[in-house]
């Protein structure tokens, strides 16, 4: 009697420590360790219907098993791959992955550590959109099996996750409502962006976002996870300054922030960096400049300049202990100055 052809594509995690681990794959039917059986040549071979099954065929490249089940061998980060089991006349009946999940926090393919963690995560306002990134280590480099976000530990638990056919735009929505979170996997595989649906910026956030990533190598699969508010990783854009005049300039919030300002305002602060030390910019913060770099912290918008002196300005929410913007430098225009200096070299020549 023939076998029906009924091709699967399941995918098996299987958590190692160190020590051999042996999984059962089974072709047809679920495994059930209380089925009678017995070894031969290092695998399983299962009584079906009272009869043991040889018109089932496990291929493994040039290897060939009888036989509805049999142990896969899974050992520290090896072992997994793609398993086929086909009917005499090499029908695929069935296609299984395994991924070896290696519980090892030594042993990382991103740049980190569990202390500091393995992503970065940011956004630039209150809108419910966040970014995530990461860095592979310089001999892996690995793409996002799976995805999986949600509000609150409860929710965390009982997501349901799904993705569309391109494999890089997820959706993961919870039973109670409150998750409702759409995902999408950048192109460059180093990185998520994400928007929260449900969130809104005027109310407080009582449960943290819960961010999961399955990274894949090989058939290695790594989990990584971050925990966080949108409070606590906002981070604005750069201010906008403008000149008002010879000794003064002001500056605008960053059009991305949310407004009014009044209900999401921002604490400034204002670097003054003098003499050579001007030339390395805002961005330089060496223990050698400090003696000659000033920086004061204000909730005005507006600055005297002095002569000689670059200006630095960056925001930070002023609610948060939320990282701060990048620097915005302002360098006074000397062009007057030297137009003036040419004018009086110019008399000081007729005059001679």
């Known amino acids: ?7 699967l594509s399941p995918v098996v995690v299987v958590n190692v420590d160190g020590s051999l681990v042996q999984h059962p794959l089974t072709c047809l039917g679920s495994f059930n360790r209380e089925e009678e059986g017995w070894r031969r040549d290092n695998d399983w071979v299962w009584r079906r219907d009272g009869e043991e099954d040889e018109e089932i065929l496990w291929m493994m490249g040039e290897q060939e098993k009888r036989g509805n089940s049999f142990l896969v061998n899974l050992e520290e980060r090896t072992g997994g791959g793609i398993f086929t089991c086909h009917s005499l006349d090499k029908t695929l009946l069935k296609k299984t992955m395994v991924l070896v999940k290696h519980l090892d926090e030594q042993k990382r393919i991103l740049e980190g550590s569990t202390g500091k963690g393995y992503m970065k995560c940011s ?49 993961c929505s919870s039973s109670s409502g409150q998750s409702d979170i759409m995902c999408s996997v950048n192109s460059s595989g180093l990185g998520v962006s994400c928007v929260d649906r449900q969130y809104c910026p005027y109310a407080e956030e009582t449960d943290r976002i819960t961010l999961t990533i399955y990274m894949r190598t090989n058939y290695l699969l790594e989990e990584y996870s971050q925990r ?18 010879s000794s003064t300039i002001d500056w605008s919030y960053p059009v991305s922030w949310n407004s009014p300002i009044s209900y999401f305002p921002l604490t400034f602060q204002v670097k003054e ?20 770099t000033t920086v004061h912290t204000t909730e005005s918008s507006q600055w005297s300049v002095k002569a000689k002196v670059t200006v630095c300005v960056r925001a930070q929410d002023a609610l948060c202990d939320s990282p701060w913007s990048d620097w915005t430098e302002y360098r006074r225009s000397n062009k007057g100055n030297k137009r003036g200096r040419q004018k009086k070299q110019k008399k000081k020549n007729v005059s001679q």
């Not at 009697?1 to 091709?7: D, Y």
Request: with cysteine; proline share 3%.
């Open 273 to 292: 960096i003098e003499g050579r030390e001007r030339k390395n910019g805002c961005t330089c913060d060496s223990p050698h400049t400090e003696v000659r």
């Open 123 to 171: 956004t630039r306002n209150y809108q419910g959109e966040f970014h995530c990134s990461w860095k592979f280590t310089p001999t892996h480099v690995g793409t996002v099996m799976f995805l999986k976000v949600a509000r609150g530990l409860s929710d965390a638990e009982n997501v349901s996750c799904s993705v569309d056919a391109s494999g890089q735009q997820w959706t």
């Open 228 to 245: 966080f508010y949108l409070s606590e990783i906002v981070k604005p854009d750069k201010v906008s300054i403008k000149e008002v005049n």
């Open 1 to 7: 009697m023939g076998l029906k052809s009924c091709v």
